[in-house]
C-alpha cells in the first residue's frame, strides 16, 4: 500500500464528465477511487470501482474505506454526481424530490463528511463540487427549482466548508457549468441550447475537466464558485 502518491475520489465516474475526470486524474499520476451506480471494474490497478448508489451513505463509506485500504489516503474529492430534471415547478413529482435531493444533497453530505475527516488526518485536501451557473442566475426558458435548491445549497456548503476548514490545509470550491455536452443532451438540441449560452455555443465536457484541474493546482483558491457557463453568469 502506497501513500505517496496522491488519491482523488471522483463520484459520478461512469460516463460524461466524471468519466473523463478519472482519466485526468490519472493522467497526473494518482491513484483513483470511482464510483457511480452502473461503474464497472476497472484493469487499471491504481483505479478502484465502487458501484452502488451515492444517496446511500454506505456507499459513500464502501468508497472512503475502500480508499483508505487500497491506496492509503484521500487527497481530493470531486462531487460529480448529479440529477438534472427541468420541469415546471408545480410539475415535479415526490419522486422527483427525492432522487434529485438524495443524489445532489444527500450523496454530497455522506461522502464529503468521510473524505473530509481523513483529509484531517494529514492536514491537507481539496473539495470540488460541480453545480450549476442557473442555480444564481436563473433562466425561465430553463425552469429547475430543484437544481437550484440542491445545487444553490451546495454553493453555500461550498463557501461554509472552505472557510470552517481553511486553516486545516483543506480548500473547498466549486464549478458552475452553463449547459454541457454530455449523454443527457442529443445532439439535435445543441444549436437551441447553445443559444442560450452569450457565447453562442454549448461547453464542452474539457472546459469543465479543466477547470477543476485549475482549482486542483490553484493553493491561493478557496470558497470559489468557478462559473464556465458560457457568459450566462456575467448577463444577457
Request: some cysteine; hydrophobic content about 40%.
Amino acid at each position: 500500500m502506497g501513500t505517496e502518491r496522491k488519491v482523488a475520489v471522483i463520484t459520478g465516474a461512469s460516463q460524461g464528465i466524471g468519466a473523463a475526470l478519472v482519466k485526468a486524474y490519472r493522467d497526473r499520476d494518482y491513484q483513483v477511487v470511482a464510483t457511480a451506480r452502473s461503474i464497472k471494474p476497472s484493469d487499471d490497478g491504481d483505479v478502484l470501482t465502487v458501484s452502488g448508489d451515492i444517496a446511500d451513505r454506505n456507499t459513500a463509506q464502501r468508497a472512503i474505506s475502500g480508499g483508505m485500504q487500497r491506496f492509503g489516503r484521500i487527497d481530493t474529492l470531486v462531487n460529480c454526481a448529479g440529477i438534472f430534471i427541468a420541469k415546471p415547478f408545480t410539475q415535479y413529482t415526490e419522486a422527483d424530490y427525492i432522487a434529485i435531493t438524495g443524489v445532489n444533497t444527500a450523496g454530497f453530505f455522506h461522502i464529503t463528511q468521510l473524505a473530509i475527516a481523513e483529509m484531517e488526518k494529514h492536514g491537507s485536501g481539496h473539495v470540488v463540487q460541480i453545480t450549476t451557473t442557473l442555480a444564481e442566475y436563473a433562466n425561465s426558458a430553463e425552469p429547475s427549482l430543484l437544481a437550484s435548491l440542491t445545487k444553490g445549497g451546495l454553493n453555500a456548503a461550498t463557501k461554509s466548508l472552505a472557510i470552517e476548514y481553511a486553516k486545516r490545509g483543506i480548500r473547498v470550491n466549486a464549478v458552475a457549468p452553463g449547459v454541457i455536452k454530455t449523454p443527457m443532451h442529443p445532439p439535435e438540441s445543441y444549436a437551441g441550447i447553445g443559444a442560450m449560452h452569450p457565447i453562442g455555443h454549448m461547453g464542452e465536457i474539457s472546459d469543465i475537466v479543466d477547470a477543476i484541474l485549475y482549482l486542483e493546482t490553484a493553493s491561493f483558491v478557496t470558497g470559489e464558485i468557478l462559473h464556465v457557463d458560457g457568459g450566462q453568469s456575467a448577463g444577457h
